[in-house]
């Protein structure tokens, strides 16, 4: 089956630790997202990539990095930098803006991360 | 530039109520209209689209008709299920632009009581 994996599903990490996320699809798709979604809020655009090789900066992406080597693969580090880690995050992909699409997003289960 | 604005939650109902949670928008150009819905700990999921004037949407007894005078995608169900239970986030897409990128409401939680 086609879909997206977020791993780990909990993620407990020290204060001054860097910790990446991991965010496989087998979808071919090629435009991938991440969101951050706090309690009873809404999501919050971290970093997005269109193509292999390109992302781009979202709304919130201080303290963030990512990379995009691979088309499947859209790794999201947070970083010591960012102040107030603990959220939810959701990965997710879409076939992107050169095909005839309407940019449905297909999510992940999400990656709930927990600072010490 | 595109916005997504849902009616505030949360909302309680009882089972077997109707159920509204209205939704309007702004967008340059013209959007394809989606909801999703995020059940607890988990994922959003695409509960239904349309993608132009007038179309519905329809899935598991939810519908949503796209109305462009109005600029309203309001979510609808005549009767509601403990198992609906859920936030239901409205969200526009415009085909190739803003670098594909959805825009999100700020989602509405449901709560339904048996």
């Known amino acids: 089956d086609g879909g997206i994996t977020q791993s780990p599903k909990y993620l407990f990490r020290k204060e001054g630790q860097n910790v990446t996320l991991s965010c496989e699809q087998n979808?071919?798709?090629?435009?991938m997202y991440w969101y951050r979604q706090d309690p009873g809020q809404g999501l919050r655009l971290i970093y997005y990539?269109?193509?292999?090789?390109?992302?781009q900066k979202g709304d919130i992406a201080e303290g963030y990095s990512v990379s995009r080597e691979k088309k499947e693969s859209f790794p999201l580090t947070v970083t010591s930098a960012q102040k107030n880690p603990t959220a939810f995050y959701l990965c997710?992909?879409?076939?992107?803006?050169?095909?005839?699409?309407?940019?449905?997003?297909?999510f992940g289960p999400g990656t709930r991360l927990t600072v010490l | 530039g595109n916005s997504v604005t849902q009616m505030e939650g949360p909302v309680t109902l009882s089972e077997e109520a109707f159920l509204t949670i209205n939704c309007t928008y702004t967008?340059?150009?013209?959007?394809?209209l989606f909801w999703y819905v995020q059940y607890p700990g988990e994922g959003l999921q695409l509960l239904l689209k349309?993608?132009?004037?007038?179309d519905k949407g329809s899935n598991k007894g939810f519908e949503a008709t796209y109305r462009k005078e109005t600029t309203s995608f309001h979510l609808e169900k005549g009767s509601v299920q403990v198992s609906d239970s859920a936030v239901y986030f409205c969200?526009?897409?415009?085909?190739?632009?803003?670098?594909?990128?959805?825009?999100f409401g700020d989602g509405t939680t449901l709560t339904v009581k048996p």
């Open positions: 997710a992909s879409s076939t992107g803006i050169d095909f005839d699409s309407y940019n449905e997003q297909f």
């Open positions: 979808l071919n798709h090629d435009a």
């Open positions: 990539s269109q193509i292999v090789n390109d992302f």
């Open positions: 967008a340059t150009g013209y959007p394809s």
């Open positions: 349309a993608t132009k004037a007038d």
């Open positions: 969200a526009l897409s415009v085909y190739n632009t803003n670098a594909g990128k959805s825009t």
